[in-house]
C-alpha cells in the first residue's frame, strides 16, 4: 500500500510542492491521510445526481493541504453539487399553495413567445426583474394578466418566480380557489389569522385564477379585502391571473353566492387591484387540449 500511495502521480505532485515542509517522517505519518486521497476521485465525474457519487462525502472532491508539517485533507463540493444546491436555493424561495408542480418548475425560456401580447408580457417581467435588481428594491406595482383559459397564464407567475428566486427574492404563489376554500376550513383550526398574514406579508405575492369560483361576501371583504388594503399600503408587489378582465372581475366579484349584488363592496375590491396591478391581456390559443 505504501509504495502504492507515494508512486500515486498526484500524491508525487504534492509532495514536490511541500519538499521543504515535509521531511520522511511526517510523510511516512501522513500516509492514511494521503491514502484517503487517493482513494478517491478529485474532479466531478459528472453524474446527474450526487446520491450516485462514490466518495466518502457525496458531492465533495478532496484537496490535500499542508498545516504545521501534517498533511490535512479538505473537502471541496463538485460541480453537480453546486448546482444541485443552487437549484435547492431557487426551490426554497419559491413557496407555493396548492400550484401544479409544473407551473413551478416554469422558466422565461420556455414560454412560447408567438404572439404579440406574449412579447409583452415577456418584456415586462423581463423589466420588473432588471428593475429589482438595479435599483435593489422590489417595484411596488405587478400585473394582472388575463386571458382565455388555457394561454399559460398560469405558467408566466411560475417562470417569473423563478426569475425572482435566482436573485434572492421570495414569492409566495397561490391558486386562489384552492385557498379559499381551506381559509374556510382555518376558522375551525384557529390558523386563519396567521394564513392570512403569511400571505399579505409575502415579499411578491402571485394569484392565480381569481374569479374562477362565485365568492361569499366574507372571502371577499374579509380575505381578499384585507389582503389587497394591507399590500396596497405597504406597496408590496402583486401578481394575479384571471379570465375575466378588470370590468369582469368586477361584475363577477359583486355576485355572492346568496344571489344579492353588492356593487360598492366589488367595486372597493377592484380600486385595490387596480391600485396594485397592471392589466395585460394574453392572447392564444388553449394549450392545454
Request: net charge negative; with cysteine.
Amino acid at each position: 500500500m505504501r509504495r502504492e500511495i507515494l508512486e500515486n502521480p498526484r500524491v508525487q505532485e504534492f509532495l514536490a510542492r511541500h519538499a521543504d515542509e515535509l521531511s520522511y517522517d511526517n510523510i511516512e505519518r501522513n500516509l492514511p491521510k494521503l491514502h484517503e486521497f487517493i482513494s478517491q476521485s478529485t474532479e466531478c465525474c459528472g453524474c446527474d445526481n450526487t446520491e450516485h457519487c462514490t466518495n466518502y462525502l457525496k458531492g465533495f472532491l478532496p484537496t490535500l493541504r499542508v498545516v504545521r508539517n501534517t498533511v490535512e485533507i479538505d473537502y471541496v463540493r463538485c460541480e453537480q453539487k453546486i448546482r444541485e444546491e443552487e437549484r435547492r436555493d431557487v426551490a426554497n424561495m419559491i413557496a407555493s399553495m396548492h400550484m401544479p408542480k409544473d407551473v413551478l418548475q416554469a422558466t422565461i425560456h420556455d414560454l412560447s413567445i408567438d404572439d404579440e401580447s406574449r412579447v409583452m408580457i415577456a418584456q415586462k417581467a423581463a423589466q420588473f426583474v432588471k428593475a429589482t435588481k438595479e435599483s435593489g428594491h422590489l417595484p411596488s406595482k405587478g400585473f394582472y394578466l388575463y386571458g382565455k383559459f388555457g394561454v399559460g397564464k398560469s405558467f408566466v407567475l411560475g417562470a417569473l418566480a423563478n426569475e425572482l428566486a435566482s436573485i434572492k427574492i421570495r414569492s409566495v404563489v397561490v391558486f386562489v380557489p384552492e385557498f379559499l376554500r381551506e381559509m374556510k376550513n382555518a376558522i375551525g383550526d384557529n390558523t386563519l389569522n396567521e394564513k392570512i398574514d403569511y400571505i399579505k406579508k409575502a415579499p411578491v405575492l402571485m394569484l392565480d385564477d381569481l374569479g374562477a369560483e362565485t365568492m361569499t361576501a366574507w372571502t371577499r371583504d374579509e380575505i381578499l379585502g384585507t389582503i389587497f388594503h394591507y399590500r396596497m399600503a405597504e406597496q408590496l408587489p402583486t401578481f394575479i391571473t384571471s379570465n375575466f378582465n378588470y370590468g369582469e372581475l368586477e361584475h363577477h366579484l359583486a355576485q355572492s353566492q346568496k344571489g344579492d349584488i353588492e356593487v360598492v363592496k366589488a367595486g372597493r375590491i377592484m380600486e385595490r387591484i387596480k391600485a396594485l396591478t397592471e392589466p395585460i391581456e394574453m392572447r392564444g390559443n388553449n394549450r392545454r387540449m
